[in-house]
């Protein structure tokens, strides 16, 4: 079946700009993270939702990141102002059910911020 | 809070030759561990995870790893490495309550020689 999908795959913008990244969770899943990986780093933690709220957003570094899942499916992870230091990969992942600790990743959105 | 150390960035390793890859964690409460495997221009991947039982837990590919409480290690071992084994490998862990977020190491990359 269909993965975990985001787009866009590549997103180059200018330093100030807002900027949209999309993710499309396996069907069904009503676990969804948000991790972001900087050059030579893990993967960290931003957002978390369990249906439609976010249940713990406790990784979002600043109030320019929010992120949205209106309707328990497609989340939309938002950028206002962005900076040089923004610029990363940033990963969703979705999970079947609570206690599946089980997460699928997607291939990623590689945000550049000029 | 967690922590994850993974002490090898690189490791190379002829082909058919055996590989460890090593992790190791704190935290203040019981965790689940995980390695996760991230193939160039891919998504990350599970390969095995840790909850309860056997200390010592298989997963895909023919790669294995063993909890080790009193050294809070979670070594990733693989008898006999093959060119498609090359990638980035990722240690992380989730607090055994909670949403599941997870705590990634900084990764260790796997180079097969022929």
């Known amino acids: 079946g269909a993965g975990v999908s985001q787009t866009p795959s590549n997103k180059v913008t200018e330093k100030g700009k807002y900027v949209e990244l999309r993710c499309d969770p396996i069907?069904?899943?009503?676990?969804l993270y948000w991790y972001r990986q900087s050059l030579g780093q893990g993967p960290e933690f931003l957002i978390y939702?369990?249906?439609?709220?976010?249940?713990?957003d406790s990784g979002l570094p600043n109030d320019r990141f929010f992120a949205v899942r209106p309707e328990g499916s497609v989340s939309t992870l938002k950028i206002q102002r962005t900076e040089r230091g923004d610029s990363a990969v940033y990963l969703c992942?979705?999970?079947?059910?609570?206690?599946?600790?089980?997460?699928?990743f997607g291939p990623g959105t590689r945000l550049t911020v000029t | 809070a967690q922590s994850v150390t993974q002490l090898d960035s690189q490791v190379p390793v002829f082909e058919e030759a055996p590989v460890e890859l090593r992790c190791n964690y704190s935290?203040?409460?019981?965790?689940?561990l995980f390695w996760y495997v991230q193939y160039p221009n891919q998504g990350l991947q599970l390969l095995l995870k840790?909850?309860?039982?056997?200390?010592l837990v298989k997963g895909i590919n023919g790669f294995e790893a063993e909890f080790n409480k009193s050294q809070t290690s979670f070594h990733l071992r693989k008898p006999s490495v093959h060119i498609s084994d090359t990638a980035e490998y990722f240690c992380?862990?989730?607090?055994?309550?909670?949403?599941?977020?997870?705590?990634f190491g900084t990764g260790t990359r796997l180079t097969i020689i022929p």
């Open positions: 992942a979705s999970s079947p059910s609570w206690g599946s600790y089980e997460q699928y």
């Open positions: 069907s069904g899943h009503t676990a």
């Open positions: 939702f369990q249906g439609t709220g976010a249940a713990d």
């Open positions: 935290s203040s409460v019981s965790v689940y």
């Open positions: 840790y909850l309860s039982g056997s200390t």
């Open positions: 992380a862990v989730t607090k055994n309550f909670g949403n599941e977020k997870l705590t």
